[in-house]
């Protein structure tokens, strides 16, 4: 994720060309890992909102600008310990790269999957789609 902007050139720039040509409004929706939102809460991020240091995102703005929509999946901050961070300067990257526990997978399946569907097909309908492409 935190190196998928460069990815993202080719085949978005021949989504936009078919654009031009076919006449409909593309929309690019990047699906990312939230700490700031409690594990399994899913939140839709306007568009051409700033990155807020979020790594992946920033290299996605960096190679194609901020038109898409963002929807963001929380992880919460579960590896916060008191005096951990200044012991260990990887833990939030240790964190966000770790496999889920089974209930918290559980969780993010069986609620955070239907709500992010739930909410592209609103998106189909022109939902949060605030600066059409």
């Avoid at 609620?111 to 739930?118: A, L």
Wanted: hydrophobic fraction near 35%.
């Amino acid at each position: 994720m935190n190196l998928s902007g460069k990815n993202l050139v080719q085949p978005w720039s021949k989504i936009l060309e078919l654009k031009l040509k076919e006449n409909f409004n593309p929309v690019l929706i990047v699906l990312h890992d939230e700490l700031d939102l409690e594990l399994g809460k899913v939140k839709v991020r306007k568009q051409n909102s700033s990155h807020r240091g979020h790594n992946g995102l920033r290299d996605i703005q960096k190679y194609i600008g901020k038109g898409y929509s963002a929807i963001q999946i929380g992880i919460g901050r579960n590896y916060q310990k008191e005096g951990e961070r200044n012991r260990n300067p990887n833990i939030v990257a240790d964190y966000v790269l770790s496999k889920f526990k089974l209930d918290e997978k559980d969780l993010i399946d069986e609620i955070s999957v239907e709500k992010v569907s739930d909410i592209i097909q609103e998106m189909e309908n022109g939902k949060y789609i605030f600066d059409k492409q």
